[in-house]
């Protein structure tokens, strides 16, 4: 049985960009995730041990956004999606989606957004 868990617009401030100034000055960055697993043990016993905690999940996610500075919002996906999988063993499929919202161009949009989808190997 796959069902799903989704953490939606986590909201974080980190120093990604091809740019030096975004490494250096930083800005707001959104990451939704959505997590395939089992959640038919912990909806059926009202036991969190037998689910994901999804505020934990947040801080994992936070720590890799806002410690870490990448060029490319692929790599930010990656390693998102290696440590959330690496942490969470219940988690059989993850979908990550890192959404810049203003990158510093002069040209106008609403932001640029990535989103990856990786299995448990």
């Known amino acids: ?3 799903t868990m989704t953490l939606t617009r986590m909201e974080f401030y980190g120093y990604h960009g091809v740019f030096e100034e975004e490494r250096k000055l930083g800005q707001r960055f959104y990451v939704d995730l959505e997590m395939k697993m089992d959640l ?3 909806g ?9 905690n999804y505020a934990e999940v947040f801080y994992t996610v936070k720590e890799v956004v ?3 500075s990448f060029q490319l919002i692929e790599t930010l ?6 440590t959330v999988l690496a942490t969470y063993t219940k988690i059989n499929e993850l979908t990550v989606r ?3 919202p203003h990158p510093p161009f002069d040209i106008h949009f609403q932001g ?5 989808c990786r299995p448990r190997r």
């Open 1 to 3: 049985m796959m069902d």
């Open 40 to 42: 038919y043990p912990a």
């Open 44 to 52: 059926s016993t009202d036991d969190l041990t037998a689910s994901v």
């Open 66 to 68: 806002e410690t870490k």
């Open 77 to 82: 996906a990656e390693n998102i999606a290696s």
């Open 98 to 100: 890192v959404i810049k």
């Open 112 to 116: 640029v957004t990535v989103e990856i």
